[in-house]
T-cell receptor, first 117, second 114 residues
Framework: EPEVTQTPSHQVTQMGQEVILRCVPI?????FYWYRQILGQKVEFLVS????????KSEIFDDQFSVERPDGSNFTLKIRSTKLEDSAMYFC???????????????FGPGTRLTVL | AQSVSQHNHHVILSEAASLELGCNYS??????LFWYVQYPGQHLQLLLK??????LVKGIKGFEAEFIKSKFSFNLRKPSVQWSDTAEYFC????????????FGSGTRLQVQP
């Protein structure tokens, strides 16, 4: 069964550094998402991406964050200048993107644990 | 904005016991409802979802959930749990306005003892 993959599984960085988290969505999916879960808190939506542009974003997704689909397979989340509070598990997801349907299943990757020191 | 509450944070059951995990949402409009499960060391995967039709939804691995609109609830049930059901269970919603962003509950950790 096709799966969403994410690399790295764990990233440690210093405060103020830039990080790029990488995801390979399921190949025929059209919608891509990033969520995060701070330790002990809920999974929170960050952003969704369709047709090479952001389709939705939350208030968490400020100017420090950006997303990109640099080629036909990867989907990346960049954090420009990391803060201590960015430490979290970051999940990528993808969905088939049935036209007009927001009921299609989102398939999640295993997550990248980001630790900001 | 919608919100989701899962009141049971940690549930411990013996094998063959029945399971019901509560999920309540807060939103004035129509919603789509999802239950995801995360087994130890694995990624989130969909158990079942509801968006229209029969309010009793059947999912994988013998799970079902009932949407009760008047109670804003979407409780997850299983008549007889197995040790392999040990996992964390997340309820999620999205607003039926075309938005795809999922709003998650805080999760319920289920521990099934053999």
């Amino acid at each position: 069964e096709p799966e969403v993959t994410q690399t790295p599984s764990h990233q440690v960085t210093q405060m103020g550094q830039e990080v790029i988290l990488r995801c390979v969505p399921i190949s025929n999916h059209l919608y891509f998402y990033w969520y995060r879960q701070i330790l002990g808190q809920k999974v929170e939506f960050l952003v969704s991406f369709y047709n090479n542009e952001i389709s939705e974003k939350s208030e968490i997704f400020d100017d420090q964050f950006s997303v990109e689909r640099p080629d036909g397979s990867n989907f990346t989340l960049k954090i420009r200048s990391t803060k201590l509070e960015d430490s979290a598990m970051y999940f990528c997801a993808s969905s088939g993107g049935l036209a007009g349907a927001n009921t299609d299943t989102q398939y999640f990757g295993p997550g990248t644990r980001l630790t900001v020191l | 904005a919608q919100s989701v509450s899962q009141h049971n944070h940690h549930v411990i059951l013996s094998e063959a016991a029945s399971l019901e995990l509560g999920c309540n949402y807060s939103y004035g409009g129509t919603v789509n409802l999802f239950w995801y499960v995360q087994y130890p060391g694995q990624h989130l995967q969909l158990l079942l979802k509801y968006f229209s039709g029969d309010p009793l939804v059947k999912g994988i691995k013998g799970f079902e959930a009932e949407f009760i609109k008047s109670k804003f609830s979407f409780n997850l049930r299983k008549p007889s749990v197995q040790w392999s059901d040990t996992a964390e269970y997340f309820c999620a919603v999205n607003a039926d306005t075309g938005r795809r962003a999922l709003t998650f509950g805080s999760g319920t950790r289920l521990q099934v003892q053999p």
